[in-house]
């Protein structure tokens, strides 16, 4: 069975950092782009970062800066690490994969066909 488990959100004060994983199961991550993705309550899905198989990483210009996509791919997960967290970056952040290999990284939700659950990440004093 594919699998995408997202982990890590919860309560950050302002200032702070966070790091969520996406950890694959029943397929091996690297040959995938990975993506990740946010939505706010009232808001659309924002894409916020992407990673390549080939470690081709993208961010949207809102967050450019203040967060970093990575692979550890022994561990077969994509993490994003954030930092200087603000109040508006709360959201349910998820990760996903389209369903060919070694595909572009964009950041565009309709690309992605696998996604894992929502982690909730909030941001407040």
């Known amino acids: 069975q594919l699998q995408l488990a997202v982990s890590g959100g919860g309560l950050v004060q302002p200032g702070g950092s966070l790091r969520l994983s996406c950890a694959a199961s029943g397929f091996t991550l690297e040959d995938y782009a990975v993506g990740w993705f946010r939505q706010a309550p009232g808001k659309e899905r924002e894409g916020v970062s992407c990673?390549?198989?080939?470690?081709?990483?993208e961010y949207t210009d809102s967050v450019k800066g203040q967060l970093r996509i990575f692979r550890d791919n022994a561990k077969n997960t994509v993490y994003l690490q954030m930092s200087n967290l603000k109040p508006e970056d709360t959201a349910t952040y998820s990760c996903?994969?389209?369903?060919?290999?070694?595909?572009?990284?964009?950041?565009?939700?309709?690309?992605?066909?696998?996604w894992g659950q929502g982690a909730q990440v909030t941001v407040s004093a």
């Open positions: 990673i390549s198989s080939a470690g081709i990483t």
């Open positions: 996903a994969v389209p369903r060919n290999r070694f595909g572009r990284c964009v950041l565009e939700s309709n690309r992605y066909d696998y």
